[in-house]
């Protein structure tokens, strides 16, 4: 590695890690000292990744306002250094940190709006699929339907929320002022994906994210059904089922069906 090479690599380790071992080979300018230029740099490459991070999560940044969030983004950029060339993927560790990290974590409502606005992201960028529809249903005898397995599209995907962040995401993405952070009884289910170009996500009742989840784990319909059973009233179970069955594929949740041989 050529001395001009290693020089560059130690400048980008500084910037990225905190190091300051590059300073010794630095020089201080007429007005400013060389701790102070270099902070520059450093500053401004953490300003870039805050600006990606606001950018990713539109609605946090309503929610926490432009002081607060920089200060978030900032302690987030320090802990988490860039390691991929993609800006899209920088803060995918963002609820995490908000969920552990002080002081942050004595607010869920942040790590859970986080984790919202990070499913919704990834839906969308998620690959494409078929999609299976009401006709393709059809093409089943009625007598395979208990074996019938499903394949859910690449763009759903389940999320579980201790607080009303939905309710929160909901009423700022409407202009609206939005409700006081609240921790719910029971988690709010959420079904989070990609209709068309669009990605979108609706609240489940217990039931229903419990048939889905063992669905997406390649349950048959027909132990669905019976695990339903379990939940309300057994008479209804397999009409409940097929309504369940029926939402999700107008709604272009599901990519493909296939008995269990």
Same mark, same amino acid.
């Given at each position: 590695? *050529? /001395? %001009? =090479?290693?020089?560059?690599?130690?400048?980008?380790?500084?910037?990225? !890690?905190? #190091?300051?071992? &590059? $300073?010794?080979?630095?020089?201080?300018?007429?007005?400013?000292?060389?701790?102070?230029?270099?902070?520059?740099?450093?500053?401004?490459?953490?300003?870039?990744?805050?600006?990606?991070?606001?950018?990713?999560?539109?609605?946090?940044?309503?929610?926490?306002?432009?002081?607060?969030?920089?200060?978030?983004?900032?302690?987030?950029?320090?802990?988490?250094?860039?390691?991929?060339?993609?800006?899209?993927?920088?803060?995918?560790?963002?609820?995490?940190?908000?969920?552990?990290?002080?002081?942050?974590?004595?607010?869920?409502?942040? *790590? /859970? %709006? =986080?984790?919202?606005?990070?499913?919704?992201?990834?839906?969308?960028? !998620?690959? #494409?699929?078929? &999609? $299976?529809?009401?006709?393709?249903?059809?093409?089943?005898?009625?007598?395979?339907?208990?074996?019938?397995?499903?394949?859910?599209?690449?763009?759903?995907?389940?999320?579980?929320?201790?607080?009303?962040?939905?309710?929160?995401?909901?009423?700022?993405?409407?202009?609206?002022?939005?409700?006081?952070?609240?921790?719910?009884?029971?988690?709010?289910?959420?079904?989070?994906?990609?209709?068309?170009?669009?990605?979108?996500?609706?609240?489940?009742?217990?039931?229903?994210?419990?048939?889905?989840?063992?669905?997406?784990?390649?349950?048959?319909?027909?132990?669905?059904?019976?695990?339903?059973?379990?939940?309300?009233?057994?008479?209804?179970?397999?009409?409940?089922?097929?309504?369940?069955?029926?939402?999700?594929?107008?709604?272009?949740?599901?990519?493909?069906?296939?008995?269990?041989?």
């Amino acid at each position: 590695m *050529s /001395d %001009l =090479a290693r020089q560059q690599a130690d400048f980008q380790r500084g910037i990225l !890690s905190g #190091d300051d071992t &590059v $300073l010794a080979e630095l020089c201080d300018s007429d007005k400013e000292k060389r701790q102070t230029l270099y902070g520059v740099y450093r500053y401004a490459y953490g300003s870039r990744l805050v600006e990606a991070m606001r950018n990713e999560h539109e609605l946090l940044h309503a929610y926490l306002g432009d002081e607060m969030f920089d200060a978030m983004g900032h302690a987030y950029v320090k802990a988490h250094p860039s390691e991929h060339p993609n800006l899209r993927w920088f803060s995918r560790a963002l609820p995490e940190f908000l969920r552990s990290a002080a002081p942050y974590r004595d607010h869920p409502v942040l *790590s /859970d %709006l =986080a984790a919202l606005e990070k499913a919704l992201n990834d839906a969308f960028d !998620s690959e #494409d699929g078929d &999609v $299976l529809g009401l006709t393709d249903m059809a093409a089943f005898a009625p007598e395979v339907w208990n074996d019938l397995r499903f394949r859910p599209h690449p763009t759903a995907a389940r999320l579980d929320l201790a607080t009303n962040a939905a309710a929160i995401w909901m009423a700022l993405k409407n202009d609206e002022t939005p409700p006081d952070a609240a921790t719910l009884e029971q988690p709010s289910r959420l079904l989070v994906w990609r209709q068309d170009n669009t990605p979108m996500f609706r609240e489940l009742a217990a039931e229903e994210a419990m048939m889905w989840d063992e669905a997406a784990n390649g349950i048959p319909f027909g132990v669905l059904c019976s695990m339903l059973a379990t939940y309300d009233d057994p008479d209804g179970a397999a009409a409940r089922g097929a309504t369940y069955l029926h939402g999700w594929i107008t709604s272009g949740l599901l990519t493909d069906a296939a008995t269990s041989d």
